[in-house]
């Protein structure tokens, strides 16, 4: 084997070699996966989700609570936001949306010549659903979320202040004054746990209760009333104890007397 044919054979063979690694290092380069830094998936859980341990969420905000401090000439500058849909005067045009002279307190689409959305003609329920307080603050608050479908498209009045500021213009809106809402009384927390009220209810309970009282009772007694009572007692007891004395030198003076009454007879049967 001559040199020519070796140094051919070991130039085809570092050839494939040196194709091979290009190959493997261009790959590697193109296809290049990233170890993870956690292994597996993280699963998010968000928080509430369940009916069992989840938060119950809050009811719609009472306006009640805000209407007797309200302001209508802080709500005519609310009111601001909404003329350019909405007239409030008596006798004032519909425009977008409907005239609400005396909105507060009639029933649900029933302004004249103005042309509900059914969403808002289903909901009137045939003028049995009125507009009032708590329904129209909460109307105010996100017409759409309220109810799906009307054609207000007003982002709404988010700050519970402004709702009723302009609730108490619209108040003053109409032929008189309906009376403002009275907010429900908050549930009064109890101020024992349901173990103690159970255990103030058995019999044993009761008893303690009772003995308790006697003591109180007792010990409510001042030191000048317990030392007259000590001195009634004792005099008591004298006087019982010299009335067993009398009683006992009775007895023996009828004893001598019944002895000696032998030794008469005897002297006299004598002489």
């Given at each position: 084997m001559n040199s020519s044919y070796f140094n051919a054979i070991a130039g085809a063979f570092l050839t494939v070699v040196f194709v091979?690694?290009?190959?493997s290092i261009a790959s590697d380069a193109i296809f290049h996966t990233r170890e993870p830094v956690k292994e597996g998936f993280e699963i998010e859980v968000t928080e509430g989700g369940g009916e069992a341990g989840g938060k119950e969420e809050a009811g719609p905000f009472q306006i009640a609570t805000l209407m007797a401090g309200a302001s209508a000439e802080a709500g005519a500058n609310v009111f601001k936001k909404c003329q350019s849909c909405h007239t409030a005067e008596e006798g004032g045009a519909n425009k977008v949306g409907p005239n609400l002279w005396h909105v507060l307190g009639?029933?649900?689409?029933s302004a004249p010549d103005f042309a509900y959305s059914p969403a808002m003609v289903e909901y009137a329920a045939g003028g049995e659903t009125h507009w009032m307080y708590q329904n129209l603050s909460e109307f105010l608050d996100n017409p759409k979320k309220f109810l799906s479908g009307t054609k207000m498209s007003f982002a709404g009045l988010k700050k519970p202040e402004d709702r009723a500021n302009v609730i108490a213009y619209l108040r003053e809106q109409a032929p008189e004054l309906l009376p403002l809402p009275t907010?429900?009384?908050?549930?009064a927390e109890a101020e024992t746990t349901p173990e103690a009220t159970e255990a103030s209810a058995t019999p044993e309970a009761a008893s303690d209760a009772t003995a308790a009282e006697d003591m109180s009772g007792s010990s409510e007694?001042?030191?000048a009333e317990t030392t007259e009572e000590k001195a009634e007692e004792s005099e008591t007891l004298d006087e019982a104890a010299a009335e067993g004395t009398d009683?006992?030198?009775?007895?023996?003076?009828?004893?001598?007397e019944e002895a000696a009454e032998p030794t008469a007879t005897e002297t006299d049967s004598s002489n």
């Open positions: 091979v690694m290009t190959v009639r029933p649900v689409a907010p429900e009384p908050e549930a007694m001042t030191p009683a006992v030198t009775t007895d023996v003076d009828a004893l001598e």
